[in-house]
């Protein structure tokens, strides 16, 4: 199969997308055909639908989601891009009080199909306003779907699904994913909300990560295998809204133990929330307490040894894969 960016694959599934349904547009900061988006990924892509379905916006987050919700309450499927993930910040009543509630407040006579895509995460030393990991925010607001994909076959696959469907969708990119390498197959695929993936199979203990979190558990997974002959099982939720908890169980009952990692806070974070999951669903299976591995509840330094730090890694996993096994 061939291989493709995180960013390609994303791209791809605009293309697709735009191709497949006429209601389908973008808007955004940057994202013309004078800079193609922060991160590239709407390159070309005004060239090719031209200026009405790609659109350039002010500097304005709340306008631009705000003119999203609009654009999808009358039919459109609108895809906003928000340059970085800490700027949702500056559209959170956009988001989590008319986007998400919308379908519910009227009954479902209205619905809000669109997408809000942008990257969070620390390790390229752009500070503290540039950094974040808030997926745990979302999560928080009924109504919203949280999609974080770890690979290009999955982001692919759930930008489609989240175009396709009649809710507001976050779409968590990361900076450091944008160009990774992976298998995704030409023809049209989706990949569906709430079906955890399982990464790597494993029998003495479950590793749950989240976005550029899965790659660091890959490779923790590796050399346990070769240090301890730990075997390691990691789960990628996928999604966070709505969450696999049975996936995540089934995991956890096959090995006993559980150590989840996040690049958010880890106070009530979404390491919590799954923690919290298991201990409701799967107490009596677990031969060792929850470890949990994310970052301290500190601002992202600017500082790049600093950074560095706090940020969870390679070996902070397998320190906490030990303790429990």
Same mark, same amino acid.
């Given at each position: 199969?061939?291989?493709?960016?995180?960013?390609?694959?994303?791209?791809?599934?605009?293309?697709?997308?735009?191709?497949?349904?006429?209601?389908?547009?973008?808007?955004?900061?940057?994202?013309?055909?004078?800079?193609?988006?922060?991160?590239?990924?709407?390159?070309?892509?005004?060239?090719?639908?031209?200026?009405?379905?790609?659109?350039?916006?002010?500097?304005?987050?709340?306008?631009?989601?705000?003119?999203?919700?609009?654009?999808?309450?009358?039919?459109?499927?609108?895809?906003?891009?928000?340059?970085?993930?800490?700027?949702?910040? !500056?559209? @959170?009543?956009?988001? #989590?009080?008319? $986007? +998400? =509630?919308?379908?519910?407040?009227? &009954? %479902?006579?209205?619905?809000?199909?669109?997408?809000?895509?942008?990257?969070?995460?620390?390790?390229?030393?752009?500070?503290?306003?540039?950094?974040?990991?808030?997926?745990?925010?979302?999560?928080?607001?009924?109504?919203?779907?949280?999609?974080?994909?770890?690979?290009?076959?999955?982001?692919?696959?759930?930008?489609?699904?989240?175009?396709?469907?009649?809710?507001?969708?976050?779409?968590?990119?990361?900076?450091?994913?944008?160009?990774?390498?992976?298998?995704?197959?030409?023809?049209?695929?989706?990949?569906?909300?709430?079906?955890?993936?399982?990464?790597?199979?494993?029998?003495?203990?479950?590793?749950?990560?989240? !976005?550029? @979190?899965?790659?660091? #558990?890959?490779? $923790? +997974? =590796?050399?346990?295998?070769?240090? &301890? %002959?730990?075997?390691?099982?990691?789960?990628?939720?996928?999604?966070?809204?709505?969450?696999?908890?049975?996936?995540?169980?089934?995991?956890?009952?096959?090995?006993?133990?559980?150590?989840?990692?996040?690049?958010?806070?880890?106070?009530?974070?979404?390491?919590?929330?799954?923690?919290?999951?298991?201990?409701?669903?799967?107490?009596?299976?677990?031969?060792?307490?929850?470890?949990?591995?994310?970052?301290?509840?500190?601002?992202?330094?600017?500082?790049?040894?600093?950074?560095?730090?706090?940020?969870?890694?390679?070996?902070?996993?397998?320190?906490?894969?030990?303790?429990?096994?």
């Amino acid at each position: 199969m061939r291989k493709i960016t995180y960013r390609d694959a994303l791209r791809e599934a605009l293309i697709e997308e735009m191709h497949r349904d006429a209601s389908v547009f973008l808007l955004g900061e940057d994202i013309g055909k004078y800079w193609g988006g922060a991160f590239k990924v709407t390159d070309g892509l005004a060239q090719e639908f031209g200026e009405e379905r790609v659109r350039d916006t002010p500097i304005s987050e709340s306008a631009i989601v705000g003119t999203a919700v609009g654009a999808a309450i009358t039919g459109m499927r609108p895809v906003a891009e928000i340059m970085f993930g800490d700027l949702t910040a !500056l559209a @959170m009543d956009q988001i #989590a009080n008319q $986007a +998400a =509630k919308i379908r519910y407040m009227f &009954g %479902a006579q209205a619905k809000c199909p669109m997408v809000v895509r942008t990257p969070f995460g620390a390790g390229v030393n752009i500070a503290s306003h540039h950094s974040q990991s808030l997926e745990a925010w979302f999560m928080h607001v009924p109504g919203l779907y949280v999609a974080v994909p770890s690979t290009p076959f999955d982001a692919k696959g759930l930008l489609k699904t989240a175009i396709r469907g009649d809710n507001p969708v976050l779409l968590c990119e990361h900076k450091l994913l944008y160009p990774l390498e992976g298998e995704v197959p030409q023809d049209d695929y989706t990949v569906p909300f709430g079906v955890a993936d399982v990464k790597r199979e494993g029998s003495d203990v479950t590793v749950v990560a989240v !976005l550029f @979190m899965v790659h660091k #558990a890959l490779n $923790a +997974a =590796k050399e346990l295998e070769k240090d &301890g %002959a730990i075997s390691v099982e990691v789960v990628d939720p996928r999604t966070l809204t709505p969450l696999d908890r049975r996936g995540i169980i089934k995991s956890v009952k096959k090995t006993g133990r559980i150590v989840i990692v996040t690049e958010d806070c880890r106070t009530a974070g979404v390491s919590a929330e799954i923690a919290a999951v298991v201990a409701e669903e799967a107490l009596d299976y677990l031969d060792a307490p929850v470890k949990r591995v994310a970052e301290p509840d500190t601002p992202i330094p600017f500082s790049p040894p600093l950074e560095k730090y706090v940020i969870p890694d390679e070996k902070s996993i397998i320190k906490a894969v030990k303790e429990v096994v």
